[in-house]
């Protein structure tokens, strides 16, 4: 026995290890959607155009990333809420979590590689 209580290691569980927060924010639409909910909350779908996330123009390819990859994904972490009904995206419950480090990141944009967020 490590000497953990069972709410120390329910908590461990619950909380996003920093693999996931860095396996959320690997992806540049997933860091433009939760720097954009860090500034402002909530979003509408519509603000996320494609030219904001591929250079190349490829819209269609973006759009299919972007609501079958992307949203789905944050929502199902609990990053955000997003309603394809309302068309919005509020931050979720947990973005919190996330929220110091897309903070940070955003605070040092000028020392980060080109593209980002």
């Known amino acids: 026995m490590t000497g953990h209580s069972t709410r120390d290691l329910t908590d461990q569980r619950e909380r996003a290890t920093l693999d996931e927060l860095f396996e959320v924010l690997s992806k540049p639409p997933r860091r433009r959607i939760l720097t954009a909910l860090a500034e402002t909350n909530p979003r509408r779908e519509t603000e996320f155009v494609p030219r904001d996330f591929t250079r190349d123009g490829r819209r269609e390819d973006v759009l299919v990333g972007l609501y079958h990859t992307h949203l789905p994904k944050l929502d199902d972490a609990g990053f955000i809420e997003w309603d ?16 110091p480090i897309v903070e940070l990141l955003t605070a040092h944009r000028d020392d980060l590689p080109t593209g980002w967020p």
């Open 84 to 99: 394809p009904n309302s068309r919005t995206i509020t931050r979720g419950p947990r973005f919190a979590e996330i929220a």
